[in-house]
């Protein structure tokens, strides 16, 4: 048998010992090990001289010293720490009353926690598993369809492995040799757009057919409003926020009302409440005021420091990525930004304007559960794409912020710490034998020649670009069915790379396809992890198949997100490219 030939049958074998059972990471090294002792045997040499042990040991070395990956462990405890702290029942609560009119309100609620708290988290089995202890029964009880709940739970829970901060993102930038910011970029906008298309789809459905999605009984979209709310609306005004105003002004009536937990209201909790009030305001204040900062101030700056010859401002020194200097704010910017401010604006303004004692009371709900998370999430995310610090850096602040939301909430004690800090060095060590193992294995595979025969096949063929897209995202859409995220990026994906130069295809673009594509992983039965996480927490008659059910419609909706991204490749690159210049 050739040497080509061997290689090939190294890559058959791989998926096949991998189906029956063996863990990935020493499977990879123990072929990599056989097959590797095979093309450097050498029979005028004691077999313990054989290059493979030499080899065996640089791609180890070369593991431990990658700097890409030292951010993982740190997103992993960060995950954890959440996982173990977080009040998710409280978030669930709050969401299913702000989404009370919607059609299918759980299902709803469900997806937007499975993307708050994949985001925080990014672990795919503990969000499906939480959401199926505290969203599944609830929407069996109020007659949603199996396959309705199933389906939202496996596929939101998906999400947190495609939105960013993500440990697949890193994986694949070890992998592929790509910046890991710059990735993040790319997958921002991607990762709520398919969040967005997933929603679409069970709102329409529910309207479409409600019997999927019964509306639910008056007693479950009551919201709970205080006496205090009430008895302060009739002293001053039916807008609680003006009312708020009004008592902080004038606090005579305010002071004999009683307060939410025993006693009397004080001047205290009026400005407390009022913090409630206006965080609405305070939010959409931050966000235009962060952009003006970041568009008018900081870019400007960028291009007179490059123009005069100078260093860049703050930002720049934390990654490698935000080194092209910026340029200035375009007179299209100011249109679109005003323009944005001013809808904005009326929004606000429509909002306070009819700030009932039910919408005031949802809002302290969402700002309770939710508020923390965001902040927390959006603090990560902008330290990194900013160039405020490096993937690594953000990990630490991640994980740092995860432990004082857990301390904040009363949640986390010492024996949840020792369960979140093991399950952190038990994962990590997964992903780091796992680096060890496909190092070893994709060296051996080029040595033996299957890599240049890949290649040579591949372009033989003789296709377009588009085909060439079309032909790769579709073998790692059938491999995402036998086997799992961590062994395509690993081992099949550093296939297709040298190929994309070829095919003059931007491994950014080409890079964050294939992780929607890898939703389907977790989606398409046999190896629907996401499927089996469920099963496990869900009541007996629900049968797996059923869940198998439910989880098809979304993997559709995964292929079309990826139609879309290829036809509009802008909403990948544009934040990539106008964050830190293009490739």
């Known amino acids: 048998m050739s040497e080509p030939a061997l290689g090939l049958l190294m890559l058959g074998l791989i998926v096949v010992v991998i189906m029956m059972g063996f863990a990935t990471a020493f499977t990879l090294m123990g072929l990599g090990i056989f097959f590797g002792f095979i093309a ?82 990014g672990l795919v089995g503990a969000v499906v598993v939480l959401m199926g202890v505290i969203a599944f029964n609830p929407m069996l009880r109020a007659g949603y369809d199996v396959k309705l709940a199933s389906g939202v739970i496996t596929a939101g829970g998906t999400l947190g492995i495609l939105i960013p901060p993500s440990v697949m993102i890193i994986v694949y930038a070890a992998v ?42 008056e007693e479950q979209m009551r919201v709970p409003v205080p006496d205090w709310v009430r008895r302060l609306q009739a002293a001053y005004s039916d807008n609680v926020f003006v009312s708020l105003l009004r008592a902080l002004l004038a606090p005579g009536r305010a002071m004999g009302l009683e307060a939410e937990k025993g006693g009397r209201m004080g001047y205290g909790a009026l400005l407390g409440n009022m913090g409630y009030a206006l965080v609405p305001l305070l939010l959409a204040v931050i966000t235009m005021a962060g952009v003006w900062w970041y568009v008018a101030i900081y870019q400007q700056a960028g291009t007179e420091a490059a123009a005069s010859g100078g260093l860049e401002p703050l930002g720049s020194a934390g990654s490698s990525a935000a080194s092209a200097a910026p340029s200035g704010p375009s007179q299209a910017f100011f249109l679109w930004y005003w323009g944005i401010t001013a809808a904005l604006a ?48 953000s990990a630490a602040v991640g994980a740092a ?52 025969l890949i290649e040579k096949w591949v372009l033989l063929l003789n296709l377009t670009p588009l085909e060439f897209m079309l032909l790769s995202q579709l073998i790692i859409f059938l491999l995402g069915w036998p086997l799992e995220w961590t062994e395509i990026i ?50 007996k008659h629900v049968t797996i198949n059923q869940i198998f059910a439910g989880m098809m419609p979304y993997m559709l909706i995964v292929v079309l997100c990826m139609a879309i991204m290829y036809v509009w490749p802008g909403m990948t690159l544009w934040l990539p490219n106008y964050l830190y210049g293009g490739n």
Not at 176 to 204: D, E, H, N
């Open 490 to 539: 690993i081992i099949f994906v550093p296939i297709f790379l040298p190929l994309l130069k070829h095919f003059d295809i931007d491994p950014i673009l080409w890079g964050t396809i294939v992780f929607v594509n890898l939703q389907a992983a977790f989606l398409s039965p046999p190896v629907a992890m996401s499927a089996f996480y469920l099963k496990g927490v869900a009541p």
């Open 401 to 452: 912020g995860a432990f004082l939301l857990a301390f904040q909430a009363r949640t986390l004690d010492w024996k949840r710490t020792k369960e979140a800090v093991f399950l952190t060095a038990k994962t990590t060590a997964m992903v780091c034998w796992l680096f060890v193992g496909s190092a070893l294995f994709s060296a051996v595979f080029a040595i033996l020649g299957g890599q240049a």
């Open 176 to 217: 592929a040799g790509q910046s890991v910011v710059k990735l993040y970029a790319a997958a921002m906008f991607p990762g709520f757009f398919l969040a967005l298309l997933y929603v679409a789809y069970v709102i329409g459905w529910a309207m479409i057919n409600p019997r999927i999605a019964p509306r639910l009984p």
């Open 40 to 121: 450097y045997y050498d029979p005028s040499k004691p077999w313990a001289d054989n290059h493979v042990f030499e080899l065996m040991v640089q791609r180890t070395y070369g593991a431990m010293t990658n700097d890409v990956l030292i951010s993982i462990p740190l997103f992993v405890l960060m995950g954890y720490v959440m996982e173990r702290g977080a009040l998710v029942d409280k978030m669930f609560y709050a969401i299913q009353l702000a989404f009370r009119r919607v059609a299918a309100p759980l299902a709803v609620a469900t997806l937007v926690v499975c993307t708050f708290w994949g985001i925080a988290s």
């Open 346 to 393: 009326l929004l606000v303004l429509r909002y306070y304007w009819k700030m009932g004692a039910e919408r005031f009371q949802v809002l302290k709900l969402l700002t309770a559960s939710v508020m923390p998370l965001g902040i927390l999430t959006v603090v990560v995310l902008a330290v990194i794409l900013l160039g405020i610090t490096t993937a690594t850096e």
